[in-house]
C-alpha cells in the first residue's frame, strides 16, 4: 500500500511517501540555490513520490529569518525551475508549500539560537500578526492587521502560486499550521480581534477561506491544492480536533484536495504527548469524517509503520522529515524491507542488495 500509486486531479505520485516540507535557512533574499537543488535532488533520486520544498515566504517580511526561501520576487523562479525539472525528471512531483510566518517572523536561525532579530541584526519591522500580541514575553510585538494588510497577504498568496506555476511546480500546499500567519487567525489563543476576522469560527477562518479561493483562481483545475493545518493546539480554549474536521468539510468543497494533519505552536506553553505516530488519529478522524484525503506526519520512521498507517486507511500519504533527512534514501530501503520491487536510479542499480533489508545508503 505504501508503494501504491496516489491520485488527485491530474497528478499521479509514484507511491505515497512525502518528503516534508523542512526549513532549510539556507536563502540569500528568498533565492535557492546549490543546498536546495542537492537537498532536494537527492531526495528525488531516493524514491520519494512527492518533494516539497521548505516553507516558502509569499512576502518579504513572511519569513521566519532572513535566511528562508521565498516567491515574493519574479526573479526567484528561475533557479526553482532548475530544482523543479530535475525533480520531475527523476521520477518525483514537486510541491511548493507557501507560507507567511505571521508574529514568527524575523527570528535568527535555529543552529543562531533562533530569538527574535534586531534591526541591526538584520531582523525587520513591523511584523504582522491578527492581533498585537507576541509569541513569546520576550517576542516582538506585531502589528495588528488592516483589512488593506490582510488584502496583500491575499493577494501575495495568489501571485505566488502563479510564479509557482511558472516554475513547474504540480501541487501547492498552504502553510496553515505551527503558529504562522494563517493558524494565528485559525486560533482563538491568538486571534483576539473582534471584527470580521476574529471572534466565531466563520470569522477566525475567513482569511484561509479567502487565500483558497484566491488561489485557485491562479492554480489549475487540473492540479492538487493541499492545507497543512495544527489539527490542535494542545491547549484548553484552543483550535480542536472538531474545528479542524469541520474546517476540512468547508475545505473540500472549496477546491482543497487533501489536509496534512499536523498539530501545536500557536502558543509556547503548550503540553503535546509526543509519540510515534501521535498525530495519526488526527488524520485519520478528518479522513474518516470530512470525507477528504489526509497526509499523516510525526514520528513516523519505519517502513512497517508507514505501510500500516496507509493499509489501515488511517491516511492516504505518510510525510516524512527528520527519517528523511537521517537517510533521503528512505524510501528504496523501505521498499526492500516491505518487499516491494521499485526501481533504482540506474547509476545506484549495481550497489543494490539482492535480498534483505539494507541500512546503507547507495555507494
Known sequence: MLFDPFVARDVTLRNRIVVSPMCEYSSEDGFANDWHFVHLGCRAIGGAGLVFTEATAVLPEGRISPQDLGIYHDAHVERLATIVRFLHGHGAVAGMQLAHAGRKASTARPWEGGAPLSLDEGGWRPIFAPSAVPFTSNGIVPQEMTHGDIERAVTAFA?????????????????????????????????????????????????????????????????????????????????????????????????VDLIDCSSGGAVPNASIPIAPGYQVPFAERIRRDSGIA??????????????????????????????????PYWPLHAAMELGVEVPWPPQYERAKPKRGPTVAGPR
Open 294 to 327: 489526509t497526509a499523516a506526519v510525526g514520528l513516523i520512521t519505519e517502513a512497517h509503520q508507514a505501510d500500516g498507517i496507509v493499509r489501515n486507511g488511517q491516511a492516504d500519504l505518510i510525510v516524512l522529515a527528520r527519517a528523511l533527512l537521517r537517510d
Open 159 to 255: 501571485t505566488a502560486a502563479a510564479r509557482a506555476l511558472g516554475a513547474g511546480f504540480r501541487v501547492l500546499e498552504l502553510h496553515a499550521a505551527h503558529g504562522y500567519l494563517i493558524h494565528e487567525f485559525l486560533s482563538p489563543l491568538s486571534n483576539l480581534r473582534s471584527d470580521a476576522y476574529g471572534g466565531t469560527f466563520a470569522n477566525r477562518t475567513r482569511l484561509l477561506r479567502q487565500i483558497v479561493a484566491a488561489v485557485r483562481r491562479e492554480w489549475p483545475e487540473r492540479l492538487p491544492l493541499f492545507v497543512r493545518i495544527s489539527c490542535s493546539d494542545w491547549v484548553a480554549g484552543g483550535w480542536t480536533i472538531d474545528d479542524s474536521v469541520e474546517l476540512a468539510k468547508q475545505l473540500r468543497s472549496s477546491g
